[in-house]
């Protein structure tokens, strides 16, 4: 009788739901982050919203078989709009042992969990430090657990093409593709179509890799412990052409636009440091839109590269993480000095020192404030979705061509490998952000004749003009040591120097002036108020929606700009009676709004390398409104 009950559901067409949370998990060689990202781009030309969370081992070659060595990959897709990953899997994809102990924890009470039963062994036990079997000790209970033997199946569906049992292992990721593909609908074409393409060069790979596919496709097919099939329509999304994007490529592109809005040329100086090389390495694609990418031998190298390139014209970029810009601070602060439109790109990562360099953090707030010598203020730019990644790079562009400034730009590691569905903007929207270099002189002597004074200043945004070096008769020294306002002479007198210290602090801060007001999400009436940053956005949107769909009301505002903040800020912290600030860090932004507005701001923070979930703020929100009853 169950047979024929199992039969009918399966005949009566796939389960409709609305989302679903799958994590893939691993060891560092198991291709787990390929098999995420295939499953996330088939649902993505299927329609779907999305949100991803790689997650990557933090050791190079950590061993084999160890809970060091997992790697990860979750994705959230949806048949509606959503902004993160989801807080809990539904479905847990284990490979080994060490992926079980490292990812069961964050499984969903009543969860699938689907084991490559291959590995599971006493040989394996031992490498991921089980004292006793989790198949047989009471470890999965609670759990739906589905023991698929992979591998085996992997070898069978392989080796008869002629490929080698070592070289069939390493396509046991493919069947778990398929298997999941086929347990949630997926179209099939797209992924059959992107293996053929990649793997066209090697035929066995190429042939190994698809069969091992439809193996976990059809297993998903005639097997009856999956029940039956489940399906997530495509999403309604506003209309126009989408593409799935990572933030690390969408501030890449961000730049390239910047580059083309400004019709200047770009030059990235860089140095290789997780998670920033991929925006180094998608720039140097784009030679054709005048974009020159130099790897420079270290960090300070490849930032006195860039105020180099600034110098001479070029929208001048380097781009890094913490450590980097750690070793940055002094050619930054040049550029201070200098007052020329210079951008340090941070994504941010867990630290101090290594840390933790493939896990995020956004801990650099406060290097980015306050971290050069000297009163050296700067503008300070945050992303907050992997697509915003794209419109902060043209915005901290646009600062620093407009107020002849370096600019930080922060975004981190969670944004920088996590992906959505971006709609593509229209070209035509996007702001004219070209600047006017200086082509004569703009200074009369007393005497009658003139001359370029290089610290002539433009009397709206204080920025100097910006002389291309090699303009006919407008050869001017810059350096290092304190000028004289206007001439550009050096100059060491004390009223000079605190009239240039001053000079500079007000030209930052009159970027306030210019900026919307703030857009406040939610109930204006609250009592409670949510104020983010960074990447916190997703979660603290999902966590708004909660508590306002439980009842309850909470306001929330998210800052862009860190320096100068928005001259509305003030007022806005003033309305509620709790203010609550979350932040990937021990209160940095916190601390800046208790000591600029004299409010109570609470800092709710989290350093554990992991994005806030949206239950954590929810939770948050909830005691602070306790606390008010």
């Known amino acids: ?18 989302h679903v949370v799958i994590r893939f998990a691993g060891d560092s060689g198991d291709g787990m982050q390929l098999t995420g990202d295939r499953f996330t781009s088939a649902s993505a030309v299927f329609g779907n919203d999305l949100s991803t969370l790689p997650e990557f081992p933090a050791e190079i070659r950590a061993p084999a078989g160890s809970v060091n060595g997992v790697s990860s990959f979750q994705v959230q897709i949806s048949d509606h709009d959503i902004t993160t990953p989801g807080d809990a899997p539904g479905v847990l994809v284990a490979m080994n042992p060490a992926a079980l102990k490292a990812d069961l924890g964050r499984l969903e009470q009543g969860g699938t969990l689907i084991l ?18 989790p198949l047989e000790d009471g470890t999965l209970d609670g759990y739906k657990v589905i023991k698929v033997p992979m591998t085996t199946l992997t070898k069978e569906a392989a080796i008869p093409l002629g490929v080698k049992p070592r070289d069939a292992d390493r396509s046991k990721n493919f069947f778990a593709l398929g298997l999941i593909s086929f347990m949630y609908s997926r179209p099939i074409e797209a992924t059959l179509a992107w293996i053929d393409e990649r793997f066209a060069k090697a035929d066995l790979v190429r042939s190994s890799n698809r069969a091992a596919f439809m193996a976990g496709y059809h297993y998903g097919e005639t097997t009856e412990e999956f029940g039956h099939r489940f399906a997530v329509k495509p999403a309604q999304l506003p209309p126009g052409e989408y593409t799935n994007i990572s933030g690390n490529t969408a501030l890449a592109w961000g730049l390239v636009a910047a580059a083309q809005l400004a019709k200047l040329p770009l030059t990235l100086g860089s140095y290789p440091i997780t998670p920033a090389s991929d925006i180094l390495h998608e720039l140097s694609k784009h030679k054709n839109f005048g974009i020159r990418t130099v790897q420079a031998e270290d960090e ?19 781009t890094t993480s913490g450590p980097g810009v750690a070793l940055k601070s002094e050619a930054t602060s040049l550029a201070v000095s200098l007052e020329l439109p210079f951008l340090l790109v941070d994504i941010q990562r867990g630290g101090p020192s290594t840390g933790l360099p493939t896990k995020t953090e956004a801990a650099d707030l406060n290097i980015a404030l306050f971290g050069r010598h000297g009163e050296a203020p700067l503008p300070v730019v945050a992303s907050y979705s992997p697509s915003h990644c794209f419109f902060a790079a043209i915005e901290a562009a646009r ?20 992906s959505e569905p971006w709609l593509l903007p229209d070209v035509s929207t996007l702001p004219d952000i070209s600047v006017s270099f200086a082509t004569e002189h703009n200074h009369v002597r007393d005497d009658g004749t003139t001359e370029f004074w290089p610290y002539l200043r433009d009397p709206e945004t204080l920025a100097r003009p910006w002389a291309i070096p090699g303009t006919p008769g407008l050869m001017h020294r810059v350096g290092g040591i304190e000028k004289e306002d206007g001439s550009g002479n050096i100059n060491y007198s004390p009223d000079n120097h605190e009239h240039m210290v001053h000079l500079r602090a007000e030209k930052v801060a009159r970027i306030a002036n210019e900026l919307a007001p703030l857009e406040i999400h939610g109930d204006a009436d609250a009592d409670v108020l949510v104020v983010g940053w960074g990447s916190t956005w997703a979660a603290i949107h999902d966590a708004v929606g909660r508590t306002r769909r439980r009842g309850a009301k909470v306001a929330w505002v998210h800052l862009v700009h860190l320096n100068p903040l928005p001259a509305d800020l003030g007022d806005v912290l003033r309305r509620y009676r709790k203010v609550v600030v979350p932040e990937l860090n021990m209160g940095q932004l916190c601390r800046v709004l208790r000591a600029e507005y004299l409010v109570d701001a609470r800092s709710v923070s989290k350093v554990q390398g992991l994005p806030f979930t949206a239950v954590e703020i929810d939770a948050a929100i909830a005691r602070a409104q306790e606390e008010l009853s």
């Open 300 to 318: 300070i190298a490849a930032a006195a590269l860039a105020v180099g390139a600034a110098f001479a014209g070029h929208l001048g970029v380097t």
């Open 399 to 418: 600062i620093a061509l407009k107020y002849r400034t370096p600019v930080i730009l922060l975004s981190d590691g969670y944004l920088a490998n996590g």
């Open 1 to 18: 009788m169950t047979d024929i009950v199992e039969r009918d559901a399966a005949s009566a067409g796939p389960e409709q739901i609305d």
């Open 116 to 133: 490559n039963i291959d590995t599971f062994d006493e040989r394996n036990f031992e490498k991921a430090d089980y004292r006793s079997n």
